[in-house]
């Protein structure tokens, strides 16, 4: 059985579904670790790139525009998420291609000049064979570049949302350190020590400290907390009386990162280099 069967069934259930849905917003919230991975990874035009857990397909979209007259593929393993992104590369008439497939068993050809990701890479229940498998893509002097979170405590912008509305909802079981999930890769040397035994040298590990904009204002701000991240799995099953105080505290404790241009706390990420 494929080890990463519950990722894969997680990505194509309602949280794919949902996360397919509101894929614009995403992409606001992203939108300074895109511009911090894109100068990181600095594609080059002509070369031809891959994009892993491309999501809904706008890093891809971004990668293809960045490389043009070169090429950009996507490929992840949300069915949900990949129909939005072909979507979207139809909206935008531009030629990539996607393919549902788990990076960590694809049986890759060495063609790609640079292996890309934006928190795509953490889901795997064994990463050093997973990295191993990616490294096929890489085309002799050829580079990998993704981006993953540094931990929960260093992001204020899922933290501060969790801990205002924490006293009202259930215990939370405590999280394997390096489960598959969003903070997997918290530990830069665990990360290092993963991509080196998975072959790959001169890894290059920087810090990349970005603001994370919730929403335009308060009320935006509040909601999205409870819509996706820590918060929202954590408040999943309580009525509508419980989270409106959530959403009142959320309010009150992100009310300091309110900002003309929208509700900016902190975000920390690991941004990680790499050659085959
Ligand atoms: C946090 S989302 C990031 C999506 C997109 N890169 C973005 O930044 O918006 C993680 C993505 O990784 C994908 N993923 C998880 N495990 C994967 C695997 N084994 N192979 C390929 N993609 C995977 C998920 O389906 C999901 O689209």
């Avoid at 393993?77 to 393919?99: C, G, H, Q, W, Y």
Wanted: hydrophobic share 45%; net charge negative.
């Amino acid at each position: 059985m494929n080890p990463n069967l519950k990722q894969i069934e997680h990505w194509n259930g309602p949280f794919g579904q949902f996360w397919a849905s509101r894929h614009e917003i995403n992409e606001f919230r992203l939108a300074n670790v895109h511009e911090a991975l894109m100068a990181f990874a600095a594609p080059q035009p002509g070369s031809h790139v891959l994009d892993i857990g491309c999501g809904c397909g706008w890093t891809t979209l971004g990668l293809a525009e960045a490389v043009a007259p070169g090429k950009a593929v996507g490929l992840d393993v949300s069915a949900p998420m990949l129909e939005t992104a072909r979507l979207n590369a139809n909206a935008e008439k531009l030629d990539v291609d996607f393919i549902e497939a788990d990076a960590s068993i694809y049986p890759f050809t060495p063609e790609f000049d640079l292996v890309f990701s934006r928190f795509g890479v953490m889901f795997f229940a064994h990463p050093v064979e997973a990295f191993a498998n990616i490294r096929r893509a890489v085309r002799p002097g050829g580079r990998l570049a993704f981006v993953c979170w540094r931990a929960f405590a260093e992001n204020p912008w899922t933290y501060v949302p969790f801990e205002a509305g924490r006293e009202l909802c259930p215990p939370q079981p405590l999280q394997e350190p390096h489960a598959p999930g969003q903070f997997a890769f918290a530990d830069g040397d665990r990360v290092r020590d993963i991509l080196a035994r998975a072959g790959f040298r001169n890894i290059r590990i920087e810090r990349g400290d970005v603001p994370i904009n919730l929403g335009a204002d308060l009320d935006e701000a509040a909601a999205a907390s409870l819509g996706t991240g820590t918060l929202s799995r954590a408040a999943a099953d309580l009525d509508e009386a419980t989270r409106q105080k959530i959403r009142d505290r959320v309010r009150a404790a992100l009310a300091p990162y309110a900002t003309p241009d929208g509700v900016s706390p902190p975000g920390s990420c690991w941004l990680v280099g790499a050659e085959a």
